[in-house]
């Protein structure tokens, strides 16, 4: 059976109340509402015009967390995890990480109707604490995680039908940190695969107090596990690295940096250096941290958590290309990101809200209140299934 089966749900757009899921839905964004008395997964399914329709909720099995305000050692939000990629969906699998469970959870989609999942397992964290990012490789059949607590580092395990296997012993990264961390500063942001699922990069940023540069840190694959060390680099003009998308078919990334507000780098897939193609300065920015790459128009778009707008970026050039003003819907600021079609996801976590942004016209479609789907200021993570 499955676990409480999941309490179903119509968004605060469709006017509210008890629904079953849509019949053949083939395309669906999953959020983590990240709750610290229970986490759960809440899928929302994307219509053919791309706007957000029924939600489904569904208990992770695991408990949420926040990083602590450094001045007052209290519960933070929102950026409540610190990350990009708290949830990750390959194939028709779903992968989250609950942070003060010190797990990993795995469901697996209906591919006919992306907002039904099914519970697989569960799995613990071997030596780490507070997981707040999460890579899959399908090729390798890999799921890595990153925690960024008092013990912080890259751990792995394999995954199949049956569910999440048995992580392996930490590969640190040496963070001086607590459990639950403080931050933004000093804390990991973001794993993920390569395009070619050769390689693993972790983003982490940097401890101005003291002196501690931020850097990225790349495992190799080696014989479907992940390489026990890593190499590590600081690139050129970047500082608090953030949220990060490979540029499709090169060695290029975008990366958000708060410090600057966004960069180019490159990954010398002999070496694994990491450098700097281009800095992006972006006018007025206070908290660049997440990014997505648009299908539709092959440019990147940026957030701000304090600024209510996306930033568009040319890659790999580096160009900003506009910039579309949102703060007309009252949100504070945007979060995690998915991009499917012509179609820019975005997650207010303040204000329980998800906004739709057409990437071609830049125009909002949509602006939604979630929080009868228990999404609330220490929601963090987004990731899209297209059928």
């Known amino acids: 059976m499955r676990p409480a089966k999941a309490l179903l749900l119509l968004s605060a757009l469709l006017h509210g109340g008890y629904a079953r899921p849509a019949a053949s839905c083939e395309k669906a964004i999953y959020l983590q509402t990240n709750a610290v008395e229970g986490n759960s997964i809440v899928a929302l399914l994307i219509g053919s015009d791309g706007v957000l329709g029924a939600g489904a909720v569904y208990p992770t099995m695991g408990k949420g967390g926040s990083r602590l305000d450094v001045m007052t050692m209290q519960p933070a939000s929102p950026d409540a995890l610190l990350s990009q990629s708290a949830i990750a969906v390959v194939g028709n699998n779903l992968f989250v990480i609950n ?101 693993l990069a972790v983003t982490v940023k940097a401890d101005p107090p003291t002196n501690k540069p931020g850097f990225v840190a790349v495992y190799q694959v080696r014989g479907k596990k992940l390489a026990r060390e890593a190499v590590r680099s600081s690139p050129a003009d970047t500082a608090i690295l953030f949220g990060f998308n490979q540029i499709p078919r090169t060695d290029k990334f975008i990366v958000t940096d708060p410090s600057i507000g966004a960069a180019i780098l490159s990954l010398d897939t002999q070496s694994c250096d990491v450098t700097t193609v281009q800095p992006i300065n972006i006018t007025g920015q206070l908290a660049t941290c997440w990014s997505v790459i648009s299908p539709a128009t092959g ?44 179609f820019v996801y975005a997650l207010s976590p303040a204000t329980s809200a998800v906004t739709v942004v057409n990437a071609k016209s830049k125009k909002m479609v949509q602006h939604v209140t979630l929080g009868s789907l228990g999404i609330g200021a220490y929601a963090q993570g987004m990731a899209l299934f297209e059928g």
Do not use: W
């Open 299 to 342: 440019t990147a778009f940026v957030s701000d958590g304090a600024v209510n707008r996306l930033v568009e970026i040319s890659v790999p050039k580096g160009d900003i290309v506009s910039v579309t003003d949102l703060s007309a819907n009252g949100d504070p600021g945007l979060f995690d990101m998915v991009a499917s079609g012509e």
């Open 99 to 199: 942070a003060m469970s010190n797990t990993a959870s795995m469901f697996r989609i209906n591919t006919s109707n992306a907002t039904d999942l099914h519970y697989i397992n569960s799995s613990p964290i071997t030596g780490g604490d507070f997981p707040n990012t999460i890579a899959v490789s399908a090729k390798h059949k890999l799921v890595c995680v990153a925690t960024t607590g008092k013990a912080n580092g890259v751990s792995c395990a394999t995954f199949d039908r049956n569910g999440l296997g048995t992580f392996d012993s930490l590969r640190p990264l040496g963070l001086t940190q607590s459990t639950p961390p403080t931050g933004p500063p000093n804390t990991v942001s973001q794993v993920s695969f390569t395009e070619d699922e050769e390689f």
